[in-house]
């Protein structure tokens, strides 16, 4: 340990003498020359006859060796200046390093990652993607039309925000200030009552701004927030349900209440017109991750907007679904991970799911005892059944037992980032690959 310290210290002072050498040379140049040129002020007369009995070639010689003798040295100095770094002490000559070629260097591009989905999956998934090195999207489902949402968006005649709301919050600093407001909800009041404050600040500022996208970009500027937070469509959509007996139900809350089996799912109006910057960031994006969340109020309404399939269909990424970790009353009540998997794919244009991670452990008995209860049970990962379709499983353990069962947002996370680190590695190697067959082509 002492000796790794002095090896340091050493290389340390190394490297601050041999800048503190290069510096003094600049500057005795930087003398030199304006001595040169006070003497040829002062000297004129003495200089030019001195200068007229030199040969034109002694001249030219003694200009060109001077020249190449101080780039020699000024090189030397840089050289030894930078040596340090073959070391891996990264302190004073990395800085001079990073400060000389700063402009000259191109960062490399970030990964881009987009989540599609609604409600508590979606933002509590971003908590712990919001921490990785990746350019983030979320594109949120906007049919919800309960709580605070629905009320704003029965008088208001706006799209619902919570989901939204949610989002933001969940990309921002979770100690900001605004964050703990914009999820302030007001427990008494008369009319605000049950509001949250954030609700009526996306729908105030779509007022001032005429629109809910544009409301929600400046609402992410306010937030400071990790990434982008987009609604699939700014059309106001509702959720229509078939269910086994034929019937139909219109609305997400009413959908939820039922209690009958789905059959289909659909929008209306039937075709919305899909957010441009949504096409836009699926296009862009190196993995494309469904879920968590309801399957049939969250993750397929985002499915259901025309040009959203799609664009997922014809990308490049990898398509990623993220199975919840228990059924839900009303919507999935049966259902294993390989159901939920066959639903999105019969019900929407979806064509492919490349990977499924689900969830292999139950929670504790006296959890599972409290949602059986309720009428929600596990999900078994059916791994083999999913793999008889075609499709990659990552099977692990995932919950994160409190009060309630839940999805690990920083195993999730891990999860994702491992995926898409992948990804990018197989894009290389196939580049590699295209570019080795070009040469023996030429050749």
Same mark, same amino acid.
């Given at each position: 340990?002492?000796?790794?310290?002095?090896?340091?210290?050493?290389?340390?002072?190394?490297?601050?003498?041999?800048?503190?050498?290069?510096?003094?040379?600049?500057?005795?140049?930087?003398?030199?020359?304006?001595?040169?040129?006070?003497?040829?002020?002062?000297?004129?007369?003495?200089?030019?006859?001195?200068?007229?009995?030199?040969?034109?070639?002694?001249?030219?010689f003694s200009a060109l060796s001077a020249f190449l003798i101080s780039s020699f040295w000024l090189y030397r100095g840089f050289k030894t200046a930078f040596r340090i770094l073959?070391?891996?002490?990264?302190?004073?000559?990395?800085?001079?390093?990073?400060?000389?070629?700063?402009?000259?260097?191109?960062?490399?591009?970030?990964?881009?990652?987009?989540?599609?989905?609604?409600?508590?999956?979606?933002?509590?998934?971003?908590?712990?993607?919001?921490?990785?090195?990746?350019?983030?999207?979320?594109?949120?489902?906007?049919?919800?039309?309960?709580?605070?949402?629905g009320r704003l968006r029965k008088e208001l005649q706006i799209l619902p925000p919570g989901d939204i709301r949610n989002c933001l919050v969940a990309l921002s600093r979770s100690?900001?200030?605004?964050?703990?407001?914009?999820?302030?909800?007001?427990?008494?009041?008369?009319?605000?009552?049950?509001?949250?404050?954030?609700?009526?600040?996306?729908?105030?500022?779509?007022?001032?701004?005429?629109?809910?996208?544009?409301?929600?970009?400046?609402?992410?500027?306010?937030?400071?927030?990790?990434?982008?937070?987009?609604?699939?469509?700014?059309?106001?959509?509702?959720?229509?349900?078939?269910?086994?007996?034929?019937?139909?139900?219109?609305?997400?809350?009413?959908?939820?209440?039922?209690?009958?089996?789905?059959?289909?799912?659909?929008?209306?109006?039937?075709?919305?017109?899909?957010? $441009?910057?949504?096409?836009?960031? &699926?296009? #862009?994006?190196?993995?494309? %991750?469904?879920?968590?969340?309801? !399957?049939?109020? *969250?993750?397929?309404?985002?499915?259901?907007?025309?040009?959203?399939?799609?664009?997922?269909?014809?990308?490049?990424?990898?398509?990623?679904?993220?199975?919840?970790?228990?059924?839900?009353?009303?919507?999935?009540?049966?259902?294993?991970?390989?159901?939920?998997?066959?639903?999105?794919?019969?019900?929407?244009?979806?064509?492919?799911?490349?990977?499924?991670?689900?969830?292999?452990?139950?929670?504790?008995?006296?959890?599972?005892?409290?949602?059986?209860?309720?009428?929600?049970?596990?999900? $078994?990962?059916?791994?083999?059944? &999913?793999? #008889?379709?075609?499709?990659? %499983?990552?099977?692990?353990?995932? !919950?994160?037992? *409190?009060?309630?069962?839940?999805?690990?947002?920083?195993?999730?996370?891990?999860?994702?980032?491992?995926?898409?680190?992948?990804?990018?590695?197989?894009?290389?190697?196939?580049?590699?690959?295209?570019?080795?067959?070009?040469?023996?082509?030429?050749?």
């Amino acid at each position: 340990m002492l000796l790794e310290l002095r090896r340091k210290i050493s290389h340390e002072i190394r490297a601050r003498r041999w800048v503190a050498f290069l510096f003094l040379g600049l500057v005795m140049m930087c003398f030199g020359f304006v001595f040169a040129a006070l003497a040829t002020i002062v000297l004129a007369p003495a200089s030019i006859e001195t200068i007229r009995s030199f040969h034109p070639l002694a001249l030219g010689f003694s200009a060109l060796s001077a020249f190449l003798i101080s780039s020699f040295w000024l090189y030397r100095g840089f050289k030894t200046a930078f040596r340090i770094l073959d070391s891996r002490d990264y302190g004073l000559s990395t800085r001079l390093r990073e400060f000389v070629f700063k402009r000259s260097s191109v960062p490399e591009k970030q990964l881009s990652m987009v989540a599609l989905g609604g409600g508590t999956g979606l933002s509590s998934l971003l908590k712990g993607l919001k921490e990785l090195p990746v350019d983030l999207t979320a594109i949120v489902t906007v049919t919800d039309d309960g709580g605070s949402s629905g009320r704003l968006r029965k008088e208001l005649q706006i799209l619902p925000p919570g989901d939204i709301r949610n989002c933001l919050v969940a990309l921002s600093r979770s100690e900001s200030l605004l964050s703990r407001l914009f999820q302030y909800r007001f427990a008494e009041g008369g009319e605000i009552e049950g509001h949250s404050f954030g609700n009526l600040f996306i729908a105030a500022m779509t007022g001032v701004m005429g629109d809910f996208g544009n409301a929600v970009r400046e609402a992410s500027s306010i937030l400071a927030i990790k990434g982008h937070v987009i609604p699939v469509t700014t059309d106001n959509v509702q959720l229509v349900a078939r269910f086994e007996d034929e019937s139909e139900v219109t609305g997400e809350t009413s959908i939820c209440s039922t209690g009958k089996r789905i059959t289909a799912i659909s929008l209306n109006p039937d075709r919305p017109y899909a957010n $441009p910057e949504a096409l836009s960031a &699926i296009d #862009d994006a190196n993995l494309i %991750v469904l879920g968590p969340g309801s !399957l049939y109020t *969250s993750v397929i309404p985002n499915l259901l907007v025309p040009g959203v399939a799609a664009r997922i269909n014809q990308a490049n990424a990898r398509v990623v679904y993220i199975c919840n970790v228990m059924t839900q009353p009303g919507e999935t009540d049966t259902f294993n991970a390989h159901d939920h998997v066959r639903a999105i794919l019969d019900k929407t244009e979806l064509e492919r799911i490349d990977i499924v991670v689900v969830n292999s452990r139950r929670a504790a008995k006296h959890l599972m005892s409290r949602y059986e209860n309720k009428g929600q049970f596990w999900v $078994p990962p059916t791994v083999k059944k &999913i793999e #008889d379709m075609g499709i990659r %499983v990552v099977a692990t353990d995932l !919950l994160l037992e *409190s009060d309630l069962v839940r999805h690990n947002p920083n195993l999730l996370a891990a999860i994702l980032i491992g995926l898409i680190n992948e990804q990018k590695a197989d894009e290389s190697l196939v580049e590699e690959r295209a570019l080795f067959d070009d040469d023996d082509y030429e050749d």
